[in-house]
């Protein structure tokens, strides 16, 4: 089955500790994204990478760390200096010469 | 740099009644504008998109947006909409400056279609 793989759906943690989100895509697409979604402020891009074993921040990457080592694969870390770590994460991916993004099903995470 | 303005956070409307969602950007460079719709807990599935041509655009499930340059607005409309149509929609901008490989989105209008 063909598309981007979100796991979990629904992860909770402890204050203080590190959490990996996982992002995996079969659709051959160069481009891969992390989204932050809380309410009211729509999505805020965290990190993306074009390339394998090359990626950007975004707009909000404090907190968060990633990897590019295969094209299928873009894992999120939220470490424990991401200060609310509370929201639901969105993972996108965006093939060359394609004009739009497509998302994953997403992850919410509680930290308690 | 692109941003993108959705004024309206929340818009209830009446089952077969019209909906107009606002959608308003700024950006120096050439643009690609697009609408997506969320579903809750669901991730976004593209609505439709303004590439270039004509300035209204079409979805499948009845959705239209128009471009206009002189407003720098894209705002979505349905002339009649169901319950189903109730989600969370957002519009989003990418621009020549990136290569449009880099999506900035509005802070999204919550539908509420009701009885």
């Known amino acids: 089955d063909g598309g981007i793989t979100q796991s979990p759906k629904y992860l909770f943690r402890k204050e203080g500790q590190n959490v990996t989100l996982s992002c995996e895509q079969n659709l051959n697409h160069d481009a891969m994204y992390w989204y932050r979604q809380d309410p009211g402020q729509g999505l805020r891009l965290i990190y993306y990478?074009?390339?394998?074993?090359?990626?950007q921040k975004g707009d909000i990457a404090e907190g968060y760390s990633v990897s590019r080592e295969k094209k299928e694969s873009f894992p999120l870390t939220v470490t424990s200096a991401q200060k609310n770590p509370t929201a639901f994460y969105l993972c996108?991916?965006?093939?060359?010469?394609?004009?739009?993004?497509?998302f994953g099903q997403g992850t919410r995470l509680t930290v308690v | 740099a692109q941003s993108v303005t959705q004024l309206d956070s929340q818009v209830p409307v009446f089952e077969e009644a019209p909906v107009e969602l606002r959608c308003n950007y700024s950006?120096?460079?050439?643009?690609?504008l697009f609408w997506y719709v969320q579903y809750p807990n669901q991730g976004l599935q593209l609505l439709l998109k303004?590439?270039?041509?004509?300035?209204l655009v079409e979805s499948i499930n009845g959705f239209e947006a128009e471009f206009n340059k002189s407003q720098t607005s894209f705002h979505l409309r349905k002339p009649s909409v169901h319950i189903s149509d109730t989600a969370e929609y957002f519009c989003a901008v990418s621009g020549s400056d990136t290569g449009f490989q880099k999506l900035v989105f509005g802070t999204g209008t919550r539908l509420l279609v009701s009885p």
């Open positions: 950006s120096s460079v050439s643009v690609y």
């Open positions: 303004y590439l270039s041509g004509s300035t």
């Open positions: 996108a991916t965006h093939p060359t010469g394609v004009t739009e993004a497509f």
């Open positions: 990478s074009q390339i394998v074993n090359d990626f």
